[in-house]
């Protein structure tokens, strides 16, 4: 089958069949990443350009690296060197680069939805590299590739999610993708950082402890606590918070043996993670980042519609 | 000029009426009701066969954008919008540039309106200078110039005792204040009703206990003083019950609510879209549920607007940065008309609510059709069809959630002191 997308905004918008075809790309993009001349011709002459309005490394750089092992040139462009700072409305800063004739503008953003309002008035592909507290689904496909590398499957695996879901686009990508590919999810956190009716987000579960999301779990994905996002109000403080929500040694032993650790980053070490997990058997964190880039060069490509050139 | 009005439904709650009546207007004033009225020759007829004829209908909660941000909306488009949307007579809110706090700008918008507006415009002062919830406004010259009620709408008077000193005061001046109930630090930066529809959508929430918390304070408030109390723009299940309770008790209070309350739910803010963007949010079912209950049972006394232009620049942004707000002058009567549709409400009792009933909370000598009263008449054709279209808006912007809508019913004609000011 082929992906019919102009843009690629949330994965609860895309069907199994267009995830599975993006996981299958990526997993035959990362031969080029292992080879010593890492690029292919396959987007030659397309324009990217990354415009980021939230600060971000591992995602900027990754959609970066993505671009050019597939030979497109990339710009960057980063909040604090944009128009923004001049006033300059989101529309109005998109039209003068659709101007530029772009193939392809990554976007990062913090209002949810802006990824939508961009799509609808530019006519080059728009790819969501995280806008606000709604999806991140390059985050999304990364983990759902890293957890299949490991089990070879999808389906049937209970899936722990722990932390800020209020404020995790993660979360969103991640539900939307792993409930669409038959994974059981169970989700965890302080009562101030569950939103209300996130059961119906696909059918998940929403459990009163840390204990009983991921007891015998086979992948536990521990959120980051956004300490700059938000309020003051939402636990008493990071302390407490890595006590009940935190995943050390101890309690990982409720998981399965072999249970996966992920974390999309960055890490705020002995918080959400103590260093004996983040740095343990168990973690798969840096496995994420790289799947990050094969999983943006299949992206990428989809939208652009090309054909693949390998050779 | 006089004028006959013949042979319509003349539905007037203030006086009892139902039934097919001819209406003849001298001098701008209701003359006689009666059947077969003859009138002197030269008299201007209407043929309102088939047409319902009610006393001309208030908007109680507008914002006519008039002085300050006229790119919006202006005293001229404000009140031709009113006019097409079959309103008589609007209730403007103080939030223009400067504030409405004093006599200058109370004096200018009703100069304005008297030289210029289609309708009847009634100034709302506000609660406290430049209403900044500091300290109390000058509500004894504000009323003597012409203001009818005062609020801060827009803002709520976070101030507990502040608010509680605006009751005492503002009784002894004889006006009444008009709540904008919301608890701030539960709003927080909440863009959209909090529930499953924020959750989808990653939107920051604002819970209904926001609106719900504030109500009760300022309820609570009007019991113990005694004062008058108007809640503006209610919009939940919560609200209404302490609302209900409060009437029951004998509390002072009166409230209204607005048509896209009864007519959209938080799923209109789906593909994030900004004309659905308004405070208080557009809430659920269950919410859209009691305030069609509460319309029923008399809890809700009026229907208003609250009328929120917004130029496209302020609307055709991300979703978190567009302004709160829509128009809805030139829906109101449609989507009202629904209600008798789908039989919540009867059609005396919506005349109840948008014409006679936000007169007697304003204490403004319309809202009735008695002969000697001043000949606001809007004249209903129930049948007409017609699709809202933001071209053919008389207002200066075209913020709808509701444009794309085929709807049923319009004002066929606007009278303003026995003065044709719209024409259908």
Redesign the interface.
């Given at each position: 089958m082929g992906f019919k997308h102009k843009d690629i905004i949330a994965l609860k918008d895309l069907s199994k069949d267009e995830i599975e075809l993006l996981i299958s790309t990526a997993e035959n993009m990362r031969e080029i990443n292992s080879r010593d001349i890492k690029k292919v011709p396959t987007l030659r002459g397309k324009t990217i350009i990354n415009l980021f309005y939230e600060s971000s490394t591992r995602t900027r750089t990754s959609f970066e690296i993505a671009g050019k092992r597939l030979s497109a040139d990339t710009v960057n462009i980063t909040a604090s060197t944009s128009s923004a700072t001049k006033g300059e409305?989101?529309?109005d800063t998109a039209k003068n680069l659709e101007a530029m004739k772009p193939d392809i503008v990554v976007m990062r953003?913090?209002?949810?939805?802006?990824h939508?309002?961009l799509a609808k008035r530019l006519s080059c592909s728009i790819i969501n590299a995280g806008?606000?507290?709604?999806?991140h689904p390059s985050q999304g496909l990364l983990d759902m590739l890293t957890i299949k590398d490991r089990y070879g499957r999808l389906d049937g695996l209970k899936v722990a999610i722990v932390g800020d879901i209020?404020h995790s686009?993660v979360a969103?990508s991640d539900i939307a993708g792993f409930t669409m590919m038959g994974s059981r999810v169970f989700l965890a956190g302080p009562p101030t950082m569950m939103?209300?009716?996130?059961e119906?987000?696909g059918n998940v579960t929403v459990c009163a402890t840390m204990k009983e999301a991921i007891q015998d779990a086979d992948v536990i994905i521990m959120l980051r606590i956004q300490q700059e996002r938000q309020?003051k109000t939402l636990i008493p403080n990071t302390r407490e918070y890595s006590r009940y929500y935190g995943l050390n040694p101890e309690n990982l032993k409720w998981a399965k043996p072999d249970a996966m650790v992920m974390h999309p980053g960055p890490i705020n070490r002995g918080v959400e993670l103590s260093s004996y997990v983040a740095d343990g058997a168990n973690s798969h964190v840096l496995k994420q980042v790289e799947n990050g880039v094969a999983v943006r060069m299949a992206m990428l490509y989809h939208v652009s519609g090309g054909t693949l050139v390998t050779e | 000029m006089n004028l006959l009005i013949q042979g319509g439904r003349v539905i007037d709650p203030s006086q009892g009426i139902d039934e097919v009546l001819d209406i003849l207007v001298e001098n701008g004033a209701v003359k006689e009701l009666g059947k077969g009225v003859k009138a002197p020759s030269g008299t201007e007829t209407i043929d309102a066969s088939g047409l319902i004829v009610t006393p001309g209908l208030i908007d109680m909660h507008v914002h006519l954008r008039d002085p300050g941000h006229e790119y919006k909306e202006d005293i001229v488009s404000g009140t031709k919008a009113a006019a097409a949307g079959g309103f008589t007579s609007v209730a403007c809110m103080p939030n223009t540039k400067p504030v409405n706090d004093n006599k200058a700008v109370t004096s200018y918008i009703i100069a304005k309106a008297k030289a210029e507006g289609s309708v009847n415009v009634f100034p709302v002062g506000s609660i406290t200078q430049g209403s900044k919830g500091e300290l109390l406004s000058e509500m004894g010259e504000l009323k003597e110039s012409g203001c009818v009620a005062v609020s801060d709408d827009g803002h709520p008077v976070t101030n507990s005792e502040l608010m509680r000193r605006a009751l005492e005061y503002a009784k002894g001046m004889g006006i009444m204040v008009i709540s904008h109930a919301e608890d701030l630090s539960l709003v927080g930066a909440g863009v959209m009703n909090e529930g499953f529809v924020s959750t989808e959508l990653g939107l920051k929430g604002i819970p209904w206990a926001a609106e719900d918390a504030a109500t009760a304070r300022d309820v609570y408030l009007a019991e113990f003083t005694d004062s008058p109390l108007h809640i503006a723009h209610v919009s939940t299940k919560g609200s209404l019950r302490i609302i209900r309770n409060a009437k029951a008790r004998g509390v002072k209070v009166t409230c209204e609510t607005a048509p896209h309350y009864f007519s959209l739910t938080d799923d209109a803010v789906r593909g994030y879209d900004t004309n659905a963007k308004m405070n208080p949010p557009l809430r659920t079912a269950d919410d859209v549920t009691a305030v069609k209950e509460a319309l029923k049972d008399g809890t809700i006394d009026a229907i208003a607007t609250d009328h929120a232009p917004h130029h496209i620049d302020e609307k055709d942004l991300e979703f978190n940065e567009a302004l709160n707000g829509i128009v809805g002058l030139e829906t109101s009567l449609t989507l009202s008309l629904r209600l008798v549709e789908e039989g919540v409400l009867t059609l005396p009792v919506l005349v109840d609510k948008m014409a006679c009933n936000p007169a007697k909370i304003l204490g403004i000598d319309r809202g009735t059709l008695k002969p000697g009263s001043v000949a606001d008449i809007t004249v209903i054709d129930p049948k007409a069809t017609w699709t809202v279209d933001a071209d053919k808006l008389a207002s200066k912007s075209k913020n709808s959630p509701f444009l794309g809508w085929e709807v049923k019913g319009a004002a066929a004609f606007t009278i303003v002191g026995g003065k044709v000011v719209y024409k259908r």
């Open positions: 409305t989101l529309l953003h913090a209002v949810s939805g802006s939508y309002f806008d606000g507290a709604h999806e209020t686009r969103r939103p209300p009716g996130v119906r987000l309020g | -």
